[in-house]
């Protein structure tokens, strides 16, 4: 199977969801995938009966049938009601099914947007096998054959996952032919004693600039590098801005525990990018 040959959507049909859906509608195209738009209802409270809750699932069914029926003909495409837990049952269709990613809007807009994070898609940031792209701004995308991927900013820890999430943002860039720059933020050494602290961050930033280099070249990467000091998700977003990043690739590692396979700067990148965000 090809490069994100089977791209799964979430929806509520809020008009966050139908940008979402409208978004990768272009990307299924650009790429030939199948789209599956997939709706989880919540279990119904015990005590609905049995007429109600066929009455309900038959409504939910027509909705999801409808659903911008004309603006994705075309397509392969595929329409599932399932229900349960949305983000439990979204993160085992995606696995099951081997999506190859999951697309699905942030919560919230404008100056709370960086602040807020809906519940479920940060459960499905946490938990899901495939790469997830998310962004609040898939929006404003304009209507063509494509979308528009001219710039990508993949930002690595030069962890264990770097070189997974560089390939995918490679991949991406040969699709796209599009501009790549590699980028890796390197922790401020506090003010020690005079002149000791640049010292350090000189030291750190040389040897942060020589993994990097090391990972471009084992990657067989095209990618401009970028090393800077301070608060990832600053940096990240910062950078995504300066070079009018259409998207940013970060990685979400494997980790068991509280942070699943999400990192902890992932969520703040995720929220404050001023572009969509792919968390391999």
Not at 39 to 65: C, I, K, S
Not at 85 to 92: L, N, P, S, T, W
Not at 236 to 259: E, K, P, Q, Y
Request: proline share 6%; hydrophobic share 50%; glycine share 6%.
């Amino acid at each position: 199977m090809g490069f994100l040959a089977r791209i799964l959507a979430p929806v509520e049909f809020s008009d966050r969801c139908v940008a979402a859906v409208r978004y990768a509608r272009l990307l299924a195209g650009h790429f030939q995938s199948e789209l599956v738009l997939l709706h989880v209802m919540p279990p119904p409270p015990p005590e609905m009966g049995a007429d109600a809750v066929r009455q309900q699932t038959a409504r939910l069914e027509r909705q999801l049938n409808q659903f911008l029926a004309e603006e994705l003909a075309g397509i392969s495409l595929q329409r599932v009601l399932l229900q349960g837990d949305a983000a439990a049952k979204i993160v085992a269709y995606a696995h099951e099914q081997q999506a190859d990613l999951v697309l699905m809007p942030t919560h919230g807009f404008g100056p709370f947007r960086r602040f807020i994070l809906g519940s479920n898609t940060a459960k499905v940031l946490h938990d899901a096998d495939c790469p997830v792209w998310t962004g609040a701004h898939m929006e404003e995308m304009p209507p063509g054959p494509a979308a528009a991927i001219a710039n990508i900013l993949c930002a690595v820890d030069l962890g264990p996952q770097s070189a997974r999430t560089l390939g995918w943002a490679m991949e991406l860039q040969k699709r796209f032919n599009a501009c790549l720059t590699l980028l890796h933020a390197t922790l401020a050494i506090p003010a020690m004693a005079r002149g000791s602290e640049a010292n350090w961050n000189v030291v750190v930033r040389s040897a942060a600039q020589k993994e990097l280099e090391l990972l471009r070249t084992e990657a067989g990467a095209e990618a401009d590098l970028i090393v800077e000091a301070g608060e990832p998700a600053q940096v990240i977003t910062a950078a995504a801005s300066r070079l009018d990043a259409d998207v940013v690739v970060i990685g979400r590692g494997s980790a068991a525990g509280a942070w699943g396979r999400l990192r902890t700067n992932a969520y703040a990148v995720i929220r404050q990018a001023p572009c969509p965000v792919v968390s391999v």
